[in-house]
Nanobody
Framework: QVQLVESGGGLVQTGGSLRLSCAAS????????MGWFRQAPGKEREFVAA????????RYADSVKGRFTISRDDTKNTVYLQMNSLKPEDTGAYYC???????????????????WGQGTQVTVSS
């Protein structure tokens, strides 16, 4: 059974930085497209960033482009999300997900991802 465990969330001031980590069991990180999603209170879960199986292809939501960076370390079965210049609107629960489906390219729909972590909370104060 694949397990994804996020860490690194917390409380930070506007303009600050956080690095989220997603540790995976097994080889899922090297075999799957990996993504980050977030969900703010009262809102739907939204795509944040994703990275292709082999890398270095990545995709970002327009709202985080230039501020967030997704990366992967297959030797550690871990995916990272470096978040800089954080804004209050970045507040939410951040989820790591794996898309083990066939094909190439990166998918941004949450429905394409079949493994999910429990989430880590990020709160950005103004």
């Amino acid at each position: 059974q694949v397990q994804l465990v996020e860490s690194g969330g917390g409380l930070v001031q506007t303009g600050g930085s956080l690095r989220l980590s997603c540790a995976a069991s097994g080889r899922i990180v090297s075999d799957a497209r990996m993504g980050w999603f977030r969900q703010a209170p009262g809102k739907e879960r939204e795509f944040v960033a994703a990275i292709s199986r082999s890398g270095p292809s990545t995709r970002y939501a327009d709202s985080v482009k230039g501020r967030f960076t997704i990366s992967r370390d297959d030797t550690k079965n871990t995916v990272y999300l470096q978040m800089n210049s954080l804004k209050p609107e970045d507040t939410g629960a951040y989820y790591c997900a794996a898309d083990s489906g066939q094909g190439i390219g990166i998918r941004t729909s949450q429905w394409a991802y079949n493994y999910w972590g429990q989430g880590t909370q990020v709160t950005v104060s103004s």
